[in-house]
């Protein structure tokens, strides 16, 4: 079975550009959490989606944005880079809305120069 | 604002032998606790879930869960090298955000 997926693994951008992170979660889970993870911390959580509807929202401004489709997949939007927002983006799936386990992606690791 | 503390570490363990990791955390509502592994510039791995108070067993690991005292920890039996990595114990709050701490990198040492 497949795990998590996200694209892509690595990105580049410039400051000021905008960014779209892709997830697609395990076979049947209809929860996705997004995370943001700086060196030598824990994940920060972005937003989370179950049956494409935002469940949850963490202390993120608002030029981060994401949205679930029909299939479960999910995408993070970041508009106009802030070197700051150099991170990994991580993508958890879960099976329920909350309270079980989640399971991650491998990661893309963004670079704002 | 609610919190999952763990101790940053480096926590140094000779090989064979046990480590202990600990988090706490401030929620007193919280109902759900993973602990994850994580090694460098890798993503999170799920490697434990408790639910109840006591000991949860999976092969080498065990997952000790005190809700009175909202203290969780996690047991590695006969460590191997290849347990080096930092462990992220998560919670999930009253409010269903799971909340997670900033992880103890752990070192076994051949």
């Known amino acids: 079975d497949a795990g998590v997926t996200q694209s892509p693994t690595h990105l580049i951008k410039t400051r000021g550009q905008q960014v779209t992170l892709r997830c697609s979660p395990i076979?049947?889970?209809?929860?996705v959490s997004w995370y943001q993870q700086v060196l030598g911390q824990g994940p920060q959580f972005i937003f989370q989606?179950?049956?494409?509807?935002?469940?949850g929202r963490g202390n993120f401004p608002d030029r981060f944005s994401a949205r679930q489709f029909p299939n479960y997949s999910s995408e993070l939007n970041v508009n106009a880079l802030l070197l700051g927002d150099s991170a990994l983006y991580l993508c958890?799936?879960?099976?329920?809305?909350?309270?079980?386990?989640?399971?991650f992606g491998q990661g893309t690791r963004l670079t704002v120069v | 604002q609610k919190e999952v503390e763990q101790n940053s570490g480096p926590l140094s363990v000779p090989e064979g032998a046990i480590a202990s990791l600990n988090c706490t955390y401030s929620?007193?509502?919280?109902?759900?606790f993973f602990w994850y592994r994580q090694y460098s510039g890798k993503s999170p791995e799920l490697i434990m879930s408790?639910?109840s108070n006591g000991d949860k067993e999976d092969g080498r690991f065990t997952a000790q869960l005190n809700k009175a005292s909202q203290y969780v920890s996690l047991l590695i039996r006969d460590s191997q090298p290849s347990d080096s990595a930092t462990y992220l114990c998560?919670?999930?709050?009253?409010?269903?955000?799971?909340?997670w701490g900033a992880g103890t990198k752990l070192i076994i040492k051949p």
């Open positions: 929620d007193r509502g919280s109902q759900s």
């Open positions: 958890a799936s879960s099976l329920a809305e909350a309270g079980t386990e989640a399971f």
């Open positions: 408790i639910y």
């Open positions: 998560a919670v999930v709050d009253s409010n269903y955000q799971l909340i």
């Open positions: 076979s049947g889970h209809k929860s």
């Open positions: 989606y179950y049956e494409k509807e935002e469940r």
